[in-house]
């Protein structure tokens, strides 16, 4: 079975500036996916970005990076030049191989200051 | 076209009532699932359609019932509530449910429902 955890449960950082959040997980699967959504208060998930365990280099979206590092089991998204508009939960996820959906951590809400 | 539409964005409805959720995708998908969220907490699974089959049942109380008309529609149909269930349900697609290929989940923004 999988597991994710999100240790913070909040995070505030000054508009402008970069911003980690955490992630670790558990899998036996050699093969599995990381995902990093982002959820308004409006409700809606947004995908932001995503990792594949077989994957050689962080992946990156725009502003969006993730910091992948295999042999310890975490997968931080990185928020660069954050923006007021970047307020909201962040949920890190993850689905095994084969007919596995995705399960999500408890999710970090994170507040950006002007 | 790549949105997942879910109607509606509210409900709110009594205990004796019979209600049904619609979860709408044109994206050539083939997965398609329904999740629970309630408030301050990640959304927990409770169905998954595969190819139009149901192929995971999250131990969901049968006063939930989906039902996947077609590989386009997914609807969820809501019997006898009760207040514990009001929540936000999140509808989602995926390209490929299975195999090594993985792919995002696109998610619908959700109906918010109160059973009252």
């Known amino acids: 079975a999988q597991k994710i955890t999100q240790t913070q449960p909040g995070m505030f950082v000054q508009e402008k500036e970069a911003v980690t959040l955490d992630c670790t997980y558990d899998?036996?699967?050699?093969?599995?996916?990381l995902f990093w959504y982002k959820q308004p208060s409006s409700g809606e998930m947004i995908f932001l970005i995503y990792?594949?365990?077989?994957?050689?280099q962080n992946a990156t979206e725009g502003r969006y990076s993730l910091n992948f590092q295999k042999a310890r089991k975490s997968a931080n998204l990185v928020i660069s030049a954050s923006q007021l508009g970047d307020s909201a939960m962040y949920f890190c996820?993850?689905?095994?191989?084969?007919?596995?959906?995705?399960?999500f951590g408890k999710g970090t809400r994170l507040s950006v200051i002007a | 076209d790549t949105e997942v539409t879910q109607t509606p964005k509210h409900l709110v409805m009594g205990m004796t009532n019979k209600k049904s959720l619609k979860c709408e995708q044109h994206?050539?998908?083939?997965?398609m699932y329904w999740y629970k969220q309630k408030a301050k907490k990640p959304p927990e699974l409770m169905f998954v359609?595969?190819?139009?089959?149901?192929?995971i049942n999250e131990s969901v109380p049968s006063r939930f019932s989906p039902e996947c008309p077609n590989s386009s529609l997914l609807n969820l149909h809501l019997h006898a509530l009760q207040p514990e269930d009001s929540a936000l349900y999140l509808c989602?697609?995926?390209?490929?449910?299975?195999?090594?290929?993985?792919?995002?989940?696109?998610f619908g923004s959700g109906t918010r429902l109160t059973v009252v």
């Open positions: 989602a697609s995926s390209q490929d449910p299975t195999g090594l290929l993985f792919y995002g989940y696109t």
């Open positions: 899998t036996s699967d050699p093969s599995y996916g």
């Open positions: 990792q594949g365990s077989y994957d050689q």
């Open positions: 996820a993850m689905r095994n191989s084969g007919n596995t959906p995705l399960v």
């Open positions: 994206m050539g998908h083939r997965a």
């Open positions: 359609y595969s190819y139009e089959k149901l192929s």
